[in-house]
């Protein structure tokens, strides 16, 4: 049968996932380990075109690059992660960030905590979503104008701007005009799809920010980011297995649904019913129950090395000697095809 570079018939995609699971039917899936011990396990990424497959937290991605842990107007944090992969549009993105940034004021640029893992997919920790490369993590901290040592990047604590002592306030001592500006500057890039930040830094933003407000309403409310602001990119186009999020409403988001973050509802702890059942133990997330594509991402043979998948700004990939984390290498070098189309799940509720 023959096939053409970047498509395969869709005979030609089963008989390779009949493959796989011939494969790795004896080891790793046999045994039912969960998928993100699989995916949290590898340390270089699929060698493919870049393509994310299923949703921001039910998903993989292939052919993701690293951000260089240092750059001009960037640092990497908590680089034992090895969580600074992603779609080369999110990586550009990031660098672009960076130095707008850097314009208004914040410092010598950003610290970027997580983006993806190599193959993105479930984490052992820490994320729900950040899973086919199109979610990164921006410290509230700017970039300090000497350079953080690796492990620097590993103990350096986290800045909430909320008030300790008091529900859902944004601290005045730490919180700035220009911490609204770098966040806003973030949500206004057409790529992005959403901002997510604490419900008291949206409220602060609604009732502060005499700017315009037209992306206001991409900034949306959410526990926890507090010490950092989330990015979100939408799915690229022509990315046929990224499965994307329902739109924004319309409106700067400074309405009901925000007031809702600020009643007891959200942070109430569930009711119990006395007379009901000991709910049975979660089931970890397996392989099986991700899109049928990530399975063969997991498997696919990956670059020599960390550096040869390292992003640089002008779309080719050099070595960089910045790394504190070196990934051993890969055996084989052919890049890998992955089926375009594959079965997503569905999307996540509308406005979140």
Request: net charge positive; with cysteine; hydrophobic share 40%.
């Amino acid at each position: 049968m023959t096939t053409t570079r970047g498509s395969r018939p869709i005979a030609t995609a089963l008989m390779l996932a009949a493959a796989f699971a011939t494969v790795i039917g004896d080891t790793a899936f046999a045994e039912g380990r969960p998928a993100k011990e699989l995916f949290g396990g590898m340390a270089l990424p699929a060698k493919a075109a870049p393509s994310p497959y299923g949703s921001y937290a039910k998903g993989c991605i292939a052919g993701a690059v690293a951000i260089p842990t240092d750059g001009p107007t960037w640092q990497a944090m908590r680089l034992s992660r090895n969580r600074r992969w992603g779609h080369p549009q999110m990586i550009a993105l990031l660098e672009r960030f960076s130095r707008d940034a850097v314009q208004l004021g914040w410092g010598s640029g950003i610290l970027i905590g997580d983006i993806s893992q190599p193959r993105g997919g479930p984490m052992l920790s820490g994320h729900a979503s950040h899973q086919i490369g199109l979610d990164a993590d921006i410290w509230f901290t700017p970039k300090p104008a000497s350079p953080l040592s690796p492990q620097q990047r590993e103990d350096m604590p986290f800045t909430s701007m909320l008030q300790k002592n008091k529900f859902l306030t944004v601290d005045r001592r730490l919180w700035t005009n220009t911490h609204a500006q770098v966040v806003v500057q973030a949500a206004s890039y057409p790529q992005v799809e959403r901002i997510f930040v604490n419900p008291a830094i949206k409220k602060k933003l609604c009732d502060t920010w005499t700017g315009d407000r037209s992306v206001l309403g991409k900034i949306r409310p959410i526990y926890g980011h507090d010490a950092h602001f989330h990015i979100r990119m939408r799915c690229p186009e022509g990315a046929t297995g990224c499965k994307p999020q329902a739109a924004v409403p319309p409106g700067d988001g400074c309405d009901k649904s925000l007031a809702w973050w600020f009643t007891k509802e959200p942070w109430a702890a569930p009711k119990k019913d006395p007379n009901a059942k000991p709910a049975p133990k979660p089931r970890a997330m397996q392989v099986s129950d991700l899109p049928k594509a990530c399975a063969m991402v997991l498997d696919a043979r990956g670059p020599s090395s960390e550096l040869e998948a390292t992003y640089q700004a002008s779309g080719g990939f050099m070595p960089t000697t910045a790394s504190a984390f070196v990934a051993p290498a890969a055996t084989a070098d052919q890049p890998f095809e992955i089926p375009a189309v594959v079965p997503v799940p569905a999307a996540r509720p509308a406005g979140w």
